[in-house]
T-cell receptor, first 112, second 114 residues
């Protein structure tokens, strides 16, 4: 079955360490997105990519980095510069000629 | 700029009650798309409905119905005869026709008690 796989589901890191969250899709979608969710804050866009080797900052890109070397993959790195990294991270994808978004099951990152 | 407001932070009902979740949006785009998503405790976002700005026809799907009114910039969601399994966070979202960003409201936590 086609879908988006985010791994791992739970991730713990020490403060000051970079960590990379995985997002893989087999839907052949062109566009991919990373959202961050905090309690009571809804979802906020971190980065998005419409095609391979191209990506744009969203509303809260500071302290994060991404790459899009393959159509299927859009990993997110949470760097030590992100001041409040503990959150729930959701990856999504969309075919450019379709307005529906498909979401992964998320990764809950806890920085201690 | 796009904005989605879900004024109800939490709603608690008893099973079989009807419940309406409110959503008000702002956009300068003349063409736009509105969405409702459900987020159960497991965390994934489940797509419920998409509505185009040029289609104001309201929709009913089983126990779910949606009321889209451009005049008041609202896209409300009603669950009829609520069930415990409806307990979740519900998000309203907006995508303007001129960009690729999906803007979410802060969500409404619905708790349906037996």
């Amino acid at each position: 079955d086609g879908g988006i796989t985010q791994s791992p589901k739970y991730l713990f890191r020490k403060e000051g360490q970079n960590v990379t969250l995985s997002c893989e899709q087999n839907l052949n979608h062109d566009a991919m997105y990373w959202y961050r969710q905090d309690p009571g804050q809804g979802l906020r866009l971190i980065y998005y990519s419409q095609i391979v080797n191209d990506f744009q900052k969203g509303d809260i890109a500071e302290g994060y980095s991404v790459s899009r070397e393959k159509k299927e993959s859009f990993p997110l790195t949470v760097t030590s510069a992100q001041k409040n990294p503990t959150a729930f991270y959701l990856c999504a994808s969309r075919q450019t000629d379709n307005y529906g978004y498909t979401f992964g099951s998320g990764t809950r990152l806890t920085v201690v | 700029a796009q904005k989605v407001t879900q004024a109800q932070t939490e709603i608690s009902v008893v099973e079989k009650e009807d419940v309406t979740l409110d959503c008000v949006y702002e956009t300068r785009d003349t063409t736009y798309y509105l969405f409702w998503y459900k987020q159960p405790p497991s965390g994934e976002l489940v797509f419920l409905i998409r509505r185009n700005s040029f289609d104001e026809q309201n929709e009913i799907s089983g126990r779910y119905s949606w009321n889209f009114q451009k005049s008041t910039s609202s896209f409300n969601f009603t669950i009829t005869a609520s069930q415990v399994v409806d307990s979740a966070v519900y998000f309203c979202a907006l995508r303007g026709g001129s960009n690729y960003k999906l803007t979410f409201g802060k969500g409404t936590l619905l708790t349906v008690n037996p």
